[in-house]
């Protein structure tokens, strides 16, 4: 991710382990500047991916997977609406070590309600405080038209988030045919 004003990289985050046989598809290797973290930036970062990979790709399931000892990644995970699933135990063999790994995922029947609650959160007006508690995602099906809307595909985002004109996904991530 490149700041539009100083053309500093300032973050990067990818997907990994597509499925378009299966509608899966996973955001993952992330890492964030200082700068980033915990920042509205960083929310807008993640939410531009999974609106590529739900609404436009067509995607049914996102995942996002992490070392389960990533307290911070499994904070953050569930901060921006994914759901715990559970924890692979020696999932894999890291630097020789055995890693657990949390799994957390969007699939398309919240995803509606997620959107809402991204493009709320992201908005030049919202109020609410960024302290990264994850109270606005809590509530989001019972604020955006009652519980059935999180079953509603027919939300569509009214406009671009703001904080869209200083940040651009690179040409990579926008033009690939591979997604």
Not at 17 to 45: K, N, V
Not at 53 to 73: D, H, I, P, Q
Request: proline content about 3%; hydrophobic content about 40%; charged content about 25%.
């Amino acid at each position: 991710m490149i700041e539009q004003a100083s053309r500093r990289c300032v973050g990067l985050l990818s997907f990994l382990r597509l499925a378009p046989r299966d509608g899966c598809i996973e955001i993952g290797h992330i890492a964030f500047g200082a700068a980033m973290q915990r920042s509205p930036a960083s929310t807008e970062a993640v939410y531009l991916l999974a609106e590529l990979a739900m609404t436009t790709l067509g995607y049914r399931r996102l995942e996002w997977k992490c070392n389960a000892r990533n307290t911070r990644s499994m904070r953050a995970a569930e901060r921006l609406g994914f759901v715990h699933e559970g924890t692979f135990r020696q999932h894999m063999v890291v630097k020789g070590q055995n890693r657990d790994s949390a799994w957390f995922s969007i699939i398309d029947r919240e995803w509606p309600c997620r959107r809402a609650a991204f493009e709320r959160w992201l908005a030049e007006d919202n109020s609410t405080p960024r302290d990264g508690s994850g109270s606005d995602w809590r509530s989001c099906a019972s604020t955006v038209a009652g519980p059935e809307a999180a079953h509603s595909t027919s939300n569509r985002p009214s406009r671009r988030c703001a904080a869209a004109r200083r940040w651009r996904m690179s040409a990579a991530m926008r033009g690939s045919s591979a997604l």
